[in-house]
């Protein structure tokens, strides 16, 4: 079974965050780590590829400068090669054209089952892998909690606000996971050596027969008009527990009529 | 681009329309003249009257699914009544897990981008502008759209308050079946509904949330005897709902769950930028956490700065103890 994963490189969360003085987008132009969350969707594909018993799963990517530090992470769990598209014609794209990108890549690699994130942890869109599957015609089953594969079909867990529904899909379909599913494995020292040799294929958008007006700012139907700072909250006041806190606490809850 | 007609989507369980939907009803009134709800499902028409108390004077129904999924079924139905020349000049939709994949695919069928994660949205020269929280919600983007509409925005819950106009139910209108082809290949098997004891997660006055700080998954029981004496729900921190400690529907956060309780609680929680933007919003915050530096105090109005397995037991047994 072939498996493809929806990878997001980031600019490391930990740093503060930059925007582009002009387009008021998100600079993404230094080095980039793999989104934590795609690091559940990697390790899905790799139990389900291994338990169906052969097939590989390709890393499908858009990222600016040729970026790969995040793939070669990916690379380096097990994935066995990746498609990286990446164009200065895609400076700017919205959602829905990064999906007709990633879309056309994707579909070179013939997958049975293309798993994604929910969303990513800088942009938080979360209507990309839709927008995906959408494009191809697949049919999708988003927040999976849990995932089968077996006779040619997909058999999930789905998130709901009650509990969860089991849904089954037959393939090649689009599956989306939350974090916490599977623990994603470290990657080892051979794994690490290995990601270094494995292939990243390099597109462009004239590669993926996609035409400069369908993406990039120019495509864009949706612009940052403004930038403020939010409201803050103000600090209160702060105490250091002597064996005695928890009386502060059921006062203040008293006093909100709590208890 | 214009916001004269406005289509709202809202989820429905067996006949309720969701808190999330009912407020963007709400918000809806005051940004155009004419206002409908669109719902989905088995007994969805029962929304015909709360939705008409919030300001929809049509709910358009796409009935039984027949064991598919709303994604691709009422994203059809909608693309086909937008291209028979009745589509509206804004569509919004609350962020919910159905609501999500019926946009996503609608803006494909219709070629329309989408605004997501929206934390504001107010009508600015003939349009909407759009806010987004930024940098875990220090700051603050506007947006809008460009091109040609319909715009498709998706706002995230708790954005505005559910308010009734006094209006009767709304006429009930059915939606045709559109062509999903193999886009409708996922088939509902079963549906399971947790026990849940207590309110919910977004309806609850207090929530008490537990992080990465509670050092072991068996530790979160506390915050859920805690939240359970409070007649609140149980919250979690991303970290510890990444690590496999409690499930996705406990997470509040930029990826969860948006809460405004009257107090929050936060135990064991440092307060990552991607914690706060959901619980922010709370009336009264209280942070416990070990590490006086944690970024929580700077937004709790009580800190303690404290051990979370010492704090908490203490508070159980004295709440305990007043009961």
Redo the contacts between chains.
């Keep these: 079974m072939n498996v493809v994963v929806c990878v997001k490189q980031i600019p490391d969360p930990a740093q503060p965050g930059q925007l582009d003085p002009g387009s008021k987008t998100l600079k993404r132009e230094g080095k980039l780590i793999l989104d934590d969350s795609d690091a559940y969707g990697v390790e899905m594909a790799l139990l389900l590829a291994e338990k169906a018993g052969g097939g590989e799963v390709t890393l499908v990517s858009m990222a600016p400068n040729g970026e790969t530090s995040g793939l070669r992470t990916a690379l380096a769990m097990g994935a066995a090669k990746a498609i990286l598209v990446s164009d200065d014609s895609l400076a700017g794209t919205d959602a829905l054209g990064t999906a007709k990108v990633l879309a056309a890549a994707i579909k070179r690699a013939e997958p049975d089952l293309i798993v994604a994130a929910t969303e990513s942890t800088d942009g938080y869109t979360g209507t990309l892998p839709v927008q995906v599957a959408e494009i191809l015609g697949l049919p999708s089953v988003t927040f999976a909690k849990s995932v089968d594969v077996a006779d040619g079909k997909v058999k999930v867990n789905r998130q709901t606000e009650a509990g969860y529904d089991e849904v089954e899909c037959p393939l090649p379909a689009l599956i989306t996971v939350t974090a916490g599913v599977v623990e994603p494995r470290y990657p080892s020292f051979k794994g690490i050596m290995a990601a270094r040799s494995k292939p990243v294929e390099q597109l462009t958008v004239a590669d993926l027969g996609l035409s400069a007006d369908q993406v990039g700012a120019a495509g864009a139907r949706q612009e940052v008009v403004d930038v403020t700072a939010a409201e803050e909250r103000k600090a209160g006041e702060v105490i250091t527990d002597e064996g005695d806190a928890h009386e502060r606490v059921v006062a203040f809850l008293d006093q909100l009529k709590l208890i | 681009m214009a916001t004269d007609k406005i289509w709202v989507l809202i989820?429905t369980?067996e006949g309720k329309p969701?808190s999330g939907g009912l407020e963007l009803l709400t918000a809806a009134r005051q940004f155009g003249s004419v206002v409908e709800a669109v719902v989905w499902g088995e007994s969805s028409e029962a929304a015909a009257g709360p939705a008409g108390a919030h300001g929809a004077a049509r709910l358009l129904v796409l009935g039984d699914l027949g064991g598919g999924?709303a994604?691709?079924a009422v994203?059809s139905a909608l693309a086909a009544r937008i291209s028979g020349g009745e589509g509206p000049d804004v569509i919004l939709a609350p962020?919910?897990?159905e609501c999500?994949?019926i946009?996503?695919?609608l803006?494909?069928?219709i070629?329309?981008?989408?605004?997501?994660?929206i934390v504001g949205l107010a009508k600015e020269g003939d349009g909407l502008?759009t806010e987004h929280?930024?940098?875990g919600?220090?700051?603050?983007?506007?947006?809008?759209?460009?091109?040609?509409g319909p715009g498709l925005f998706?706002v995230r819950p708790k954005t505005f308050a559910a308010e009734e106009s006094g209006g009767g139910p709304a006429e009930v209108a059915q939606l045709s079946a559109g062509e999903a082809?193999?886009?409708?290949?996922?088939?509902?098997?079963?549906?399971?509904?947790?026990e849940r004891e207590g309110p919910?997660l977004d309806e609850a006055?207090?929530v008490v949330s537990g992080g990465r700080g509670l050092g072991a998954a068996e530790n979160y029981a506390m915050i859920e005897e805690l939240a359970k004496l409070?007649n609140g729900a149980a919250g979690a921190s991303?970290a510890i709902?990444?690590?496999?400690w409690v499930?996705?529907?406990h997470q509040v956060g930029?990826?969860g769950k948006t809460v405004k309780p009257?107090?929050y609680?936060a135990c064991g929680i440092s307060g990552a930028t991607?914690h706060m933007v959901g619980m922010?919003g709370a009336k009264?915050?209280?942070a416990?956490n070990k590490d006086?530096e944690a970024p929580i105090?700077?937004?709790?109005?009580?800190?303690?700065?404290?051990?979370v397995h010492?704090?908490l037991p203490?508070?159980i047994d004295?709440?305990k103890a007043?009961?």
């Design positions: 989820d369980t969701s999924l994604g691709p994203s962020s919910s897990y999500r994949d946009i996503g695919r803006s494909v069928k070629d329309r981008p989408v605004l997501a994660n502008v929280g930024i940098f919600g220090t700051q603050i983007a506007k947006a809008r759209f460009t091109g040609e998706i082809g193999a886009t409708a290949g996922a088939k509902l098997i079963a549906r399971h509904v947790e919910s006055p207090v409070l991303r709902v990444d690590a496999g499930p996705y529907s930029q990826t009257t107090v609680i991607q922010k009264n915050i209280i416990i006086a105090f700077s937004i709790a109005d009580l800190g303690v700065v404290g051990d010492k704090v203490k508070l004295a709440i007043k009961k």
